[in-house]
Structures are given as C-alpha cells and as structure tokens.
C-alpha cells in the first residue's frame, strides 16, 4: 500500500503544528525537509484534503505571509498539486493523472453475473466511457502541461524562488511511472526548492558522543521541547528532550521522542515548565560541576531499541531511560566495579541490559 495523505510548503521558522495548532492532523506531521532556499520546510500530514479544514492553505498563507503549496497524494499513484500566492491567481494541476482515475472512478470487477473471470483483457465500455468524460472534465478544469507549468512559474517567482525554464516544469507536470511522492519532489525541485541537493545530516552515534563528553564537567542542564527534524519518525511528541552542557564542549540534547534514544545537536531554545518535577533535569542538578568519568548505554530486555544511558559521576550512577513516551530516571548506589550485563536494583533496573563501559577500568 502506498501514502495516503498530503505534501504541505511553507515558508517560516516555525513548524506547521505551530502555525495552525487547532489542526490535530499538523500535530502528527513528518518534517521531510527543513530551510530550502532559504527557510521553507515541506512537511508530511497522514490526512487528505477532505480530511482537513476546507481552508487549511488560506489560513497558512495568512499566518506567514507568504505563498503556500500543497500536494494531496493518492496511494501513491497520483498527487493534486494546489498553490496559492498572495497575487498571482490560485492554481492546480495532477501529478500522474492516470494514476488518479482509477480512484476516481473505481473500475467494475472482471467478473460476469455466475462470478466467472472474465481475464485480464476484458474491459468494459461503460466504464471506459465513463472515465474518459471524468478526464475530460478535469483537463477542462485543471490543465496540466505547460498551462500547469505557466502557474507555478508565476507562482515560484511570487515566493522569491529561481525555477527552471518553463520546459523543465511542463515535463515535471507531464512525468510518469513510479512513486507519485517522487515525481511531486522533482517538481519541487524544478519551482526552486532545491531538493536535490538537500541532505539530512548524518546522526552521530551514542557511543561516539559519550565518548567526546568523559572526562568534561557538567555545566548545565536544561529542558527543551522537540523541534522535529529531518526524516524524524516521532514516536511520542510529549516528551521534552534534556539539555546537557559540558565544559568546551558543545551541548546536546538528549531525545526519547524516536524509536531509539539519541544524542544530538539541539534545535531550539530551552523552554520552562509549570511541573518541573516532572521533567528529567532536576536529577541532574546536583551533579553540575562534576566530571563525567564513564557511560554505557542500554537497552530493555524486550525491547531491541537503545533506550538509555547510564551517566557514570565518580561514584554516583544516573540512569536516563525513555520507554513508551516516558522519561526515566534512577540514581542507585553504584560502586565503579560493577560490571555490563543485566543491571541490579529496582524491577525497572532488572528489566535494562548494559553495554560495555566506554572508559576502560
């Protein structure tokens, strides 16, 4: 099965959700790219237009000021690309359009009135009549081609972006075959979005962050909400990440929202809180100014993603552990000769498998 669901451009900082929160749909949103040509994000909604507000584009328009562009994709057989300016007139145009028919006017099944097969090359023409007006009457409404191309020319250089020639949009519009999402991304790319050339930044591994931060201080820490990334797949958007800063060292912020905890370069501003005791950095308070002398990470017994890290200060243990959408956080007595293996303490502790200390005894 294919995407079902809707492409959303807009130019701003902040994160659709963030600029249309009524829409719940937003909040579920993928960011697929972030900053093109200077600051627009294309965003991934799992919801059609139907499933939207009818004026979902008018109001983004509204709340940045800027031209919008959407793409409602069909299974990934077709995509009705939309665009709206702030002068130049509204415009759409089918991505695919043979793809989309067959959705449209769902085909009759190949089968007679006794349920015998009636093969592969039989065709009805009631049908097919029938589709060919639909096509028609679309074409007649929403011509793709280089009428399609002529709009977003206008459109593109309404938003301030370079397109390429009005030859290179008429054969975005006219592509076929494969993916609908990837014929919408080259489109993109010729208005000016540049995607191509776009690239999400490689993810450092844990271990190798952890290994940069032995022997540093704690200096401070913080709390942040998750400013999505590119490509992120958010299992949970409720969790805050944890902001960690060791001296002459850049700080990090440590994510639980994915299916695997990460340690990565923080995207935005530390936020404040109404229950701070709900929230991971108190645990940490008491150690700033100490030196992080260990780490290993974990992982639950029956769960295979990397759910944690155990922060070795001296003499004194933290266990950070994000599981199901939760923050959790232990500090046992733990001499600094125990050894990897299944942790021991609490029947949350009993649960964790540790991997080898990186500092060597």
Known sequence: MGFWGT??????????????????AFGEGQLCYDGLASGWQVTRVFANFSDLPTYFLADLREATAAPVLAAEVLDSDAAFVTGLGLRTPPWGAWLQLEGALGHLVPPPAPFDEDGNCLGDDWTDPDYER????????????????AVAAQAALAWAREAGLEPRSLEELTAAFNRTGGFVEDVFFALLDR????????????????????????????????VMWHRPRPGDWLVTRDMPDLLLAFDDQPPIAVCGCGNELALLPPTANPTDTSNPAAWPAP?????VGQRLTN?????????????????RFGQRDLYLTALDGQWGVESPDSPPQQRPGTASGSPRQQQMQMGNWLAAD
Do not use: C, M
């Open 130 to 145: 029938e589709v060919a007006t639909i096509r028609e009457e679309i074409l007649a409404e929403t011509p793709g081609g």
């Open 283 to 287: 645990a940490f308070a008491d150690l």
């Open 7 to 24: 492409f959303v451009v807009h130019r701003d900082e902040r994160l659709l959700v963030e600029l249309l929160p009524d829409v719940p």
């Open 191 to 222: 208005i000016g979005f540049n995607t191509d050339k776009a690239s999400e930044p490689a993810r450092p591994a844990v271990t190798e962050v952890l290994r940069g931060l032995l022997g540093h201080r704690l200096a401070a820490v913080d």
């Open 295 to 311: 780490a290993a990470t974990i992982r639950f017994r029956y769960h295979w993603q990397l759910s944690g890290v155990v922060f």
